[in-house]
């Protein structure tokens, strides 16, 4: 199984180093043709700003639209802003999941926090995933074909930071940067589905 990381700028290398772990092949997405033969891309968190103006660049937006149509995608932090159909704000958007997101959501005070999400989609359900929030977004709404895989409890409790359409998931927290690796491992498991 060869996984993609679109590695335009972001935590992109962190993602590489959980998707071996996990028994995957991966490699760099730059270039459109860099696409051909993936069973699954990733999107790492970042600056979405940032990766959109590069994917426009680099002439990946429509390469992207169409690989997603076909394969499992995601996006963590900016990430899944980037696979949103609106950030409310002006940045080019993939807009392949029908979510709405609020950018930076938790304020400048906030910018970073970690919480203990509960996930019943991962393996060993019980067990809490200590989830890393940097400068993070919110998933504001869900269109009627998302499901919500996991909203926060304490603080902004009933906010949705993961969801899925599809063959596509968006997280607004960053799994690659904790050793906990159930979320790539369910990642993969789409892909393989
Ligand atoms: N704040 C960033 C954005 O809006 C996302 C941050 C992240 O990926 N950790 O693009």
Known sequence: MRIGVLALQGDFAEHQILLRRVGAETSQVRLPAELDGLDGLV????ESTTIGKL???FGLIEPLRRF??????????????????????????LGVMDITITRNAFGRQVDSFEADLLVPVLTDPERPFHAVFIRAPLIASAGKGVEVISKLSDGHAGQIVAARQGNMLATAFHPELTNDDRFHRYFLSLVKA
Not at 43 to 46: A, E, L
Request: hydrophobic fraction near 40%; charged fraction near 10%; aromatic fraction near 6%.
């Open 43 to 46: 999107i790492p968190g970042g």
């Open 55 to 57: 994917a426009v660049t």
């Open 68 to 93: 997603a149509a076909s394969h499992p995608v995601w996006g963590t932090c900016a990430g899944a802003i980037f696979l949103s159909k609106d950030s409310q704000r002006d940045q080019p958007l």
